[in-house]
């Protein structure tokens, strides 16, 4: 579902301060807040996914947000279906739909729209599961090179899936990925951005302020987690740490340098987006100024539709 309202977004990469911002501006643009983040969209690991806190959804109202169980499965394609839909009730209420997060294939799929992929083969999917990373990734850079050169490497559900593709279709994955159109003339946004210093120093604080609320705790009580949310960051040091396999000074440096990677990952992702326009936030000694900036943004934009 493309969107055929306006939608505002506000993106960059983890840590930056997005969610804080993106509420205030909401707030001050009769807007409402559609998540783009694979992680935050399940119930539960509110810590460990650093979720809108429910006071903050309670004053602003956030959707796509502490929906879905643990346990299930949920892509692209199911977030592009429940968005398109939220887009167009927020619309219908006169308010402008503010997309806020860090997917960047999430938000790609609102921007671009998605290419016809086949269903999930559950033989050749089974198949693929039972393969190593490194298999996974031979196997990706014989069948589709350009998708090897910009995937996750890391990311065994994701290569699995464009294998899948490949297999299926007979066709490289990033020929579907490069069907997708120019951006909607609907949307416009932002590109949140930090000095690399200030971002990594806000991405460690972030995690130790993770462990001392209790992140342990809540990856203890976690008690069925599907293959999807169990690619969150962190969860499996988490785990390790709590079968006394790592010590939590370990566990605490191995999910800053995990959540450092996936930063840089986001951002070389969102530098693409020629939609957005870079906000480099280390630049405004007041954050205020910031705001009122991306308000000014949004504000014009709004404008445009009658909103």
Not at 83 to 106: C, D, H, K, M, W
Request: charged share 25%; proline share 6%.
């Amino acid at each position: 579902m493309s969107p055929v309202r306006p939608i505002f977004f506000i993106v960059g990469p983890t840590g930056v301060g997005k969610t804080g911002i993106a509420a205030e501006v909401a707030a001050r643009c009769n807007g409402e807040i559609i998540g783009a983040d694979a992680f935050q969209v399940y119930t539960g690991l509110d810590i460990l996914t650093a979720k809108p806190s429910k006071e903050l959804r309670r004053q602003i109202p956030h959707h796509l947000v502490d929906i879905i169980p643990p346990a299930q499965s949920f892509d692209v394609a199911q977030y592009l279906e429940r968005a398109g839909r939220t887009v167009q009730e927020i619309s219908n209420r006169s308010r402008l739909p503010f997309v806020a997060g860090g997917t960047g294939l999430y938000v790609k799929a609102l921007t671009h729209g998605l290419s016809e992929l086949p269903k999930t083969n559950p033989e050749l999917r089974a198949k693929l599961e039972n393969c190593s990373l490194e298999a996974l990734k031979e196997r990706i850079q014989i069948l589709d090179p350009d998708c090897a050169a910009q995937i996750d490497l890391k990311n065994a559900r994701r290569l699995i899936r464009a294998i899948e593709v490949c297999e299926l279709t007979g066709k490289p994955f990033s020929s579907f990925r490069n069907q997708w159109n120019k951006p909607h003339e609907l949307v416009s946004g932002v590109f949140l951005t930090r000095d690399r210093n200030d971002l990594y120093a806000r991405i460690d604080q972030r995690v130790l302020e993770m462990m001392r609320n209790g992140l342990l705790d809540e990856v203890r009580a976690l008690s069925d987690c599907g293959p999807t949310a169990g690619q969150a960051i962190g969860l499996r040091e988490a785990r390790d740490c709590l079968a006394g396999m790592i010590s939590p000074d370990e566990c605490i440096a191995k999910i800053q340098q995990g959540t450092r990677n996936y930063a840089k990952r986001q951002i070389t992702w969102f530098k693409r987006e020629s939609a957005f326009e870079p906000v480099n936030l280390s630049e405004f000694h007041d954050p205020e100024q910031a705001v009122q900036l991306i308000v000014e943004k949004a504000n014009a934009f709004r404008e445009c539709f009658h909103l």
